[in-house]
């Protein structure tokens, strides 16, 4: 009777541990994942002239004036569309002002940055031209060794908050046998007027600082912002991991956001020299691996976007000038204390670099035929898991 009362016990622990992990791994099918947690919800154009890019890395939404404000690198010029109706109703030469410009970012209607590498100088001017204020970039130590220099872009924004002016930067993946602090490789620029400071703030993950990682691609990090808790929030392409600095406390963590399609991205990693791989040999490593492409805070809905775009097996490197366009892109978002509430798997052929968010929702730049009309895919989020 004891052998019996024995055996149906251990039946019984079986049964519970067996229907245990049959809950857990039913929690990781991707049905269950809210793949639906995006939804297409329509299309938004912009008409071009024919001096206008639609490829510019410094769009920017500019919510009081309901406009929305373009770089175009080939003439040095923001254009501003009127973004109801997605018609040009302005444009700012920036060309003949200031020399050998470098970076354009429309923070809005009357604040416009210039930043010339020449002169490692940024200029902040109103539109009719004139100069608000410029300050020299103050590198110090830093230009012996590597370039470092602000980007200004739709993944790099400008940030003001508390008197203070925010800019990304970053330089090549380069001298790892010299540099080998995180602080040595900073992320943001702090620019402080009331005394006229430059500070640097942050670094990159661990693996960035001791590896040439031998293709110029993934040294590029990406930013965004929330106002409502004063975190600068940077994610970097090669790592699972965001880092979240608050400007308040100047407390720092890092926290996963890791894509549910992969684990981990293989890296080529080099030796300490600087003779790394060629540059087609460099993108078609990128091409064939996934990587983070941009992270995004939309303060309308309280969520962070993170795009992931993911590899192809074969890239196709004779049609180079299209070939990003081949990765398959999903979106994965989270909440304000980064939770993920799912992942959107979206076709190819959209260009994560010139995205923006309005109160409609999440805008993606899509791959068309049309050279005289920008096209915006407009992402929602899922009724079902609005916060």
């Known amino acids: 009777m004891k052998d019996l009362l024995s055996l149906t016990l251990m ?31 329509g299309e938004k154009n912009f008409y071009l002239d024919d001096e206008t890019s639609n490829w510019s890395l410094s769009l920017h939404y500019l919510e009081k004036d309901s406009a929305l404000a373009f770089y175009t690198d080939y003439n040095k010029t923001v254009n501003v569309f009127d973004y109801r109706t997605g018609h040009l109703t302005d444009k700012v030469d920036v060309g003949d002002r200031v020399k050998n410009v470098h970076e354009v970012f429309a923070y809005n209607l009357d604040s416009i940055f210039i930043y010339s590498f020449a002169q490692t100088t940024i200029f902040l001017e109103r539109k009719d031209g004139s100069t608000v204020w410029k300050f020299p970039i103050d590198m110090g130590d830093y230009l012996k060794t590597f370039t470092l220099m602000p980007y200004l ?170 070939a990003y366009f081949d990765k398959k892109m999903s979106i994965l978002v989270a909440d304000e204390d980064f939770n993920i509430l799912g992942e959107t798997p979206v076709y190819s052929g959209y260009y994560v670099p010139v995205t923006f968010v309005t109160p409609e929702g999440l805008h993606v730049l899509k791959l068309t035929n049309d050279e005289n009309v920008a096209t915006f895919t407009v992402f929602q989020l899922n009724p079902k898991y609005r916060l």
């Open 153 to 322: 872009s739709t993944m790099r924004p400008v940030i003001y908050y508390k008197q203070n002016w925010y800019f990304m930067c970053s330089g090549l993946g380069e001298y790892p046998d010299i540099v080998t602090k995180r602080e040595e490789r900073p992320t943001w620029m702090c620019y402080h007027p009331a005394n006229k400071k430059v500070s640097f703030l942050s670094g990159f993950p661990e693996f960035y600082i001791h590896n040439n990682m031998g293709t110029y691609q993934y040294w590029r990090p990406s930013g965004t912002f929330n106002p409502s808790r004063g975190e600068l929030v940077t994610s970097f392409k090669a790592s699972n991991q965001v880092n979240v600095l608050n400007l308040d406390n100047q407390e720092e963590r890092w926290v996963s956001l890791k894509s549910h399609y992969f684990d981990t991205i293989p890296l080529p990693f080099k030796g300490k020299d600087r003779d790394y791989e060629s540059q087609q040999e460099s993108y078609y490593h990128y091409l064939k691996y996934p990587s983070y492409e941009g992270i995004f805070y939309d303060k309308y809905r309280h969520v962070y976007y993170r795009f992931i775009l993911h590899g192809v097996e074969k890239p196709d490197l004779t049609k180079r000038a299209k």
């Open 11 to 41: 039946l019984l622990v079986f049964a519970a541990s067996s229907c245990q992990w049959k809950s857990k791994a039913k929690q990781k099918q991707p049905d269950d994942f809210h793949q639906d947690i995006l939804l297409m919800k």
